[in-house]
């Protein structure tokens, strides 16, 4: 379900055995049940919250997991993906790494 690690390791790096060829880097990581990089900062959040809206219509028992980090928490449209998450009470986990460094 989803990708191996070191498919994702291996399109970081370079090679050609990466989910994009190697050639996407971190921005083009897609395959089924991951939904990689995202040029917008904190974009990566109301995309989970659309694919857990997804499981809830479905009913098919599937969660979303999904990364912010403390850079990206300032945008609005985080806000707005919990607001949506919590009203709609869709099957959702929402992690913000900290870095101190503010990352997007």
Known sequence: MGIEPSAILSELTGRRSGVAKGKGGSMHMYAPNFFG??????????LGAGIALKHSYSKDGGVCITLY???????????????????????????VVITFLGFG
Do not use: K, W
């Open 37 to 46: 990089g995202n040029l917008i900062v904190g974009a990566q959040v109301p």
């Open 69 to 95: 980090s403390d850079g990206a928490a300032n945008q609005g449209q985080l806000f707005e993906a919990f607001s949506i998450a919590a009203l709609l009470r869709l099957p959702i986990i929402i992690r």
